[in-house]
């Protein structure tokens, strides 16, 4: 161990209690600092897998067409014009071809078409509007976690019944309804009765409460919409790659395609927003400890001032000064942050198994969070800053003082 090293370990100890509060509040604000991002970052991570479980990663919707027309060709359907003299048709025509078309994408690993609409659901003597949902079961399945949200019932008896219906759970309060009822189904076109299959939950309040599933074949009549797709939802390998991917996508097919990273914009912009604000807001817990080292180291330099001088006389330079007083930030910010560590770890753990009921965006029984090395970083490099930035001053301030002037003074 260098002298230097040692002179500073025992010029540590001339203000105990000051250093320790300086330590205490690195170990907190590494602590803290680590646990909400590990929360804001949990949360947001589970918002993610919840909204591509429902919606998918890249959905195909409205056909492409050029020109300043207004109304689609054949009159039948309409069409939106837009700047640059492109006109939208919505709903997927041919999503046969569109299958085939995404088939040639190798980070595309499934696909499915989805006809949306209005209808009203009559059970119980009561009615109660809904959006059915006509999907293949079989492709469906592959680009949503529709199996890992069903909460009564089953998609197998579902997949056996032509006429079955999955519904959200907060249709199914809303209605009393259970596994094994028939409802009945007014559209666009012809009523049908269908039998409740299963029920499903999202945690997304406005899908649970006005989405049900029914097979396509049986929503085509109750729509009215004998050919074609609503939009077609795509799964990937990675869910990364879905704003490259959407642009290649919409040239090579025609029809418009927007990645959820572009969906749900709003949704991760607060999501940001709040890693950054709860960043900022912790921080300031650090700050509020460098401030306190640099008072400490000041007031160290102040009571120390003949010892340095002596140290000096003895041969030693600026630098060795400058260096002890580095020392003593390095000691104390390598303390806090190892045992800052170590408490945002505990802390993590515990947060994640503090039981809480969350439905609105998502569904969670408890808090969620992320286990995710950078954040433990990032906590560590602002601490080792702003404590070393914070011994900079008084370590010049101490290389600075002339050992002569003081000795002298000090033997007079």
């Not at 939106?80 to 088939?103: H, M």
């Not at 080792?384 to 930035?389: A, S, T």
Request: charged share 15%; proline share 5%.
């Amino acid at each position: 161990m260098s002298p230097p090293l040692l002179i500073a370990l025992r010029f540590l100890g001339a203000r105990k209690r000051a250093m320790l509060m300086s330590l205490a509040g690195i170990v907190f604000g590494v602590a803290f600092f680590v646990v909400t991002q590990a929360q804001t970052a949990g949360f947001e991570s589970y918002f993610i897998k919840t909204i591509l479980g429902v919606n998918g990663m890249v959905r195909v919707e409205d056909r492409i067409q050029g020109g300043r027309v207004l109304s689609a060709a054949d009159g039948s359907a309409f069409a939106i014009a837009v700047e640059g003299s492109v006109k939208y048709i919505p709903g997927v025509q041919f999503p046969n071809k569109v299958a085939e078309a995404l088939a040639g994408f190798p980070e595309v690993t499934a696909s499915s078409p989805v006809i949306r609409g209005n209808a009203t659901l009559l059970a119980n003597f009561r009615e109660y509007d809904v959006k059915p949902h006509g999907i293949e079961l079989t492709t469906f399945v592959a680009v949503s976690d529709l199996e890992s949200q069903i909460i009564d019932g089953s998609l197998a008896a579902f997949a056996e019944n032509p006429y079955g219906l999955v519904v959200g759970a907060r249709v199914a309060r809303r209605m009393n309804l259970q596994v094994g009822e028939s409802v009945l189904l007014d559209g666009a076109g012809e009523p049908q009765r269908f039998r409740v299959n299963a029920i499903f939950e999202t945690g997304i309040d406005q899908v649970d409460r006005e989405r049900v599933y029914l097979h396509l074949a049986a929503c085509r009549p109750l729509l009215n919409k004998p050919t074609g797709a609503s939009f077609v939802q795509i799964n990937l390998a990675d869910p990364a790659l879905a704003p490259a991917l959407a642009p290649r996508i919409q040239q090579a097919i025609g029809h418009s395609t927007m990645p959820w990273q572009e969906r749900e914009k709003t949704w991760l912009q607060v999501f940001s927003v709040l890693r950054v604000s709860s960043a900022l807001t912790i921080s300031t817990i650090i700050f509020i400890s460098g401030l306190g080292m640099f008072n400490t180291l000041v007031m160290i330099v102040v009571d120390k001032t003949r010892e340095i001088a002596i140290l000096r006389s003895m041969g030693y330079t600026r630098d060795d000064i400058s260096r002890i007083f580095m020392y003593q930030g390095g000691i104390v910010v390598a303390l806090g942050v190892v045992l800052g560590c170590v408490a945002a770890a505990a802390g993590t753990w515990g947060l994640s198994k503090i039981p809480i009921r969350i439905r609105g965006i998502f569904a969670s029984d408890h808090f969620v969070v992320l286990w995710d090395p950078w954040h433990y970083v990032a906590a560590a490099g602002i601490a080792v800053v702003v404590v070393l930035v914070a011994s900079y001053f008084p370590a010049r301030r101490a290389a600075r003082i002339e050992p002569g002037s003081i000795i002298r003074g000090s033997s007079s």
